[in-house]
């Protein structure tokens, strides 16, 4: 029988007056005065959250509705026999009674059940309302779920009892589910039960809660903490309360330049470190279309002007991370690591599902938006939906009937025509991430800075997710390898060699670092430049309680990804890899390795140091090309995990993946390491054997020391350089470290892109030696620009630019 999710799992798949002046609402959103027109109009909200929480428009005799109901009901028959309501617990096996409340992690443990609980009643109150479940109307069925509800008010959720262990269960998890619960069963509560129950969530979500923005109560917390007071003022009639949420969620809308929240380049920040786009984000983006959505037209209508930013982000910063239907993992923090439920017969909680619930989200904030992005929002979503073949995200049984609900309404729309997946790069500086789409795949980047953490992990979650931001490099192709991070890839992948990064070989412990994302590399320069279509983007590493020190680079092309590394030392017997690939083939793989044109064994345990190759292709995937030749590992091996291994509480089921790694071994202390290759996404055996017989003309490697890496494409008109220090790479020149590319455009115009990855910068001056007959434009960082045989640019004051990209367009000879 499957277990209702704990914390975020379940609202990433259910979806489902006062402080004016403390909550700095602008003055063009003037706070709500909390009057309802009518008594009649609670009942009317109540009607509608009924109808954004279950559904609405679906047949309960098409799949995947028929199944996902009858499932519904088949687990509540089986729940409503268990229920055994005593002192402490409402289900044997759900005790939320701690001998010994406080916050630590048994603690964590008993609330949770109290969370999980309120979870089963309101899948219980959802089988009642339901068509096709076997329960549905079934008025004796309700009036035990009510009793349920009742013996937790009485029992532990009220305003006599102290909260214990996470915070999270009492004010959002929690309250969440028991009051979606109330609203379903509203006629069947008593006024006494009624009262009862808004008064503990008033208790454990005071109005307070929402006074100031800060701690808890930022960013998707807030907007989830606005859903329990709206929610409770719904249920209880209460106006102010109303008021209140609606009045809190101002603070969430405008931009930030640290901490939580939405930035100007499209970043999404939770617990001030960690990019969450695809999880906190997405459980904002639910919270928010749903709160849209119930006080549309009503008097408590969110009409703030800065909820435009959110609207404007759906395209700037949640769609670059969506391919396919998935969410890209370098966006969702320790949520990687959730992967398989106890005992759940639907799926994984995996890049899929995030995705999915996303592009539900999406479409649901929609109906909320001006008409024209709301059209095209749709046209995207079924983009995704038609070009999701490895899973449908309208027949996912992981979501909620009520977003299968959105997904379909969109599937079967036949006047929408999709979208095609864009072609750009995305470079975001304010989360050290990047994401390249090119016609046939894509990829993500994943780094790390003294703004950004190497990882999260917190609540026994996502124990090893250590090297995600080593300069972790994930790609997929358009209609193959979506699987790649799905699936097993997590608990089976060896967290030392993540395809991409560089880093240290010593075992590091469970959570190594510290919880909540504590440990930042003391780093700064870590980002990059872009004109939209192509990138040069850089990494100075230093490794998670390592000695290791690196320098890397990725310059985003057309066919592929150019990867340099230098610099490379480490100390105290620490052997250091650079992770070419690490490529996941299934549990019974063979994909064949060819390494100028001799095929590899394909045995498990095969290895062997590939010397001097220039090229090597994996079959069903790509090709990888070695300008500087050098040694090159290659290994095949098949490893085992658990769910349980990086998550506690989660699937403790044993399953194997195997493995093709393509690595170069730096050695042991090394005192000057480097790497040179190329990725072709997608690419066949011939072409990869094309491109590298062509590299010396095709690529030019200008630097790859511990100063600068730089790149030359002659064919592209590009030229991308990272500064390290100041220095001369080619014919450019700069005055400090910086990020450069250039943008020949065969039409006399040319682009230069610049950027202070380090946001230390007063000053910076470049020249270029090349022939320059005009500046066309500049940016106002700008100060002086001046043409001839050699252009130099001066640029201002860098340190407010958070890394933003420079453009200066010119005219060439």
Known sequence: MAEPWSRRVFVQAAGGSAFALCLGVPASAAPLSGTADTAGEFDALRAKWRRLILGSGFSPTAEPFKSKLAQLGKNAASWRATMKPVHGSLWPSMVWLDPDPDTDTQSYTFSAQIQATFQRLRSLAEAYAQPGTGLTGDDAFAQEVVAG????????????????????????????????????????????????????????VPDDAVRQYTGTSTGANRVDLCRT????????????????????????????????????????????????????????????????????????????????????????????????????????????????????????????????????????????????????????????IRRAYFSAPNANRMLSVYKLAQLQSVADDASLQPLPEPIEHRLFPSQDR???????????????????????????????????????????????????????????????????????????????????????????????????????????????????????????????IVCLGSGITASLGETVNTIVENRRLGSTGTNALTVDGHRKPDDIGWSETLRNPGWAHIAGHGGYVFPDGGKINGLREERTGRWSDI???????????RYLTLYVDHGTNPTDGAYAYVLLPGASAPRTASYAAAAQGRLKILANTAKAHGVQVPSLGFTGVNFWSAGTVGKLTASAPCSVMIRENGDGTAVICVSDPTRTLSELTLTWSREVTAVVSKPGP???????STLTLTFGDLTTEAGATQRVTVRTA
């Not at 549309?296 to 239907?325: C, K, M």
């Not at 990047?434 to 993500?444: E, F, I, T, Y």
């Open 434 to 560: 990047a994401v390249h789409r090119r016609k046939g795949w894509a990829a993500c980047l994943s780094m790390a800075s003294d703004r950004i953490s190497y990882y999260e992990w917190g609540n026994g979650e996502n124990l090893r997710g250590y090297h995600t931001g080593s300069g972790w490099l994930a790609w997929w192709g358009d209609d193959f390898a979506n699987e790649q991070y799905s699936e097993g890839f997590w608990p089976t992948v060896d967290p030392n060699r993540l395809p991409g990064t560089t880093a240290s070989q010593k075992k590091l412990a469970d959570g190594e670092g510290g919880q909540w994302a504590a440990e930042r590399p003391a780093v700064k320069w870590v980002g990059g430049t872009t004109d939209g279509t192509y990138a040069a983007v850089g990494q100075h590493l230093k490794g998670l309680s390592s000695t290791m020190e690196a320098r890397k680079s990725w310059f985003f092309l057309d066919e592929g």
């Open 782 to 788: 700008v100060t002086g620009a001046t043409p001839g």
């Open 149 to 204: 509800i009742q013996h937790v008010i009485d029992d532990v959720y009220n305003s006599r009892q102290p909260r214990y262990g996470n915070w999270y269960n009492w004010q959002i998890g929690g309250p969440h589910a028991l009051l979606d619960a109330a609203i379903i069963l509203h006629d069947h509560l008593s006024p006494e039960l009624l009262s009862a129950l808004t008064s503990a969530v008033d208790h454990f």
């Open 647 to 657: 998550r506690t509480g989660s699937s403790t089921t044993s399953f194997a993946d």
């Open 229 to 384: 007071i709206a929610l409770s003022g719904v249920v209880g009639d209460n106006s102010s309360r109303l008021a209140v949420a609606a009045n809190a969620l101002s603070p969430v809308f405008p931009y930030v330049t640290t901490g939580d929240g939405l930035y100007r380049d499209g970043s999404f920040i939770q617990h001030t470190w960690v990019p969450y786009a695809g999880s906190y984000g997405a459980d904002l983006f639910t919270g928010l279309s749903l709160l849209f959505a119930l006080l549309a037209d009503s008097s408590w209508e969110i009409t703030d002007p800065a909820r435009q930013n959110y609207f404007n982000a759906v395209e700037h910063a949640w769609a670059p991370f969506l391919y396919n239907g998935l969410c890209m993992d370098a966006a969702s923090g320790r949520a990687i690591a959730r992967g398989l439920p106890p005992g759940d017969p639907n799926g994984a909680n995996d890049d899929h599902l995030r995705g999915h619930s996303i592009i539900a989200s999406i479409i649901a904030l929609g109906q909320a938006a001006p008409p024209e992005q709301n059209a095209r929002w749709r046209a995207m979503a079924k983009g995704w």
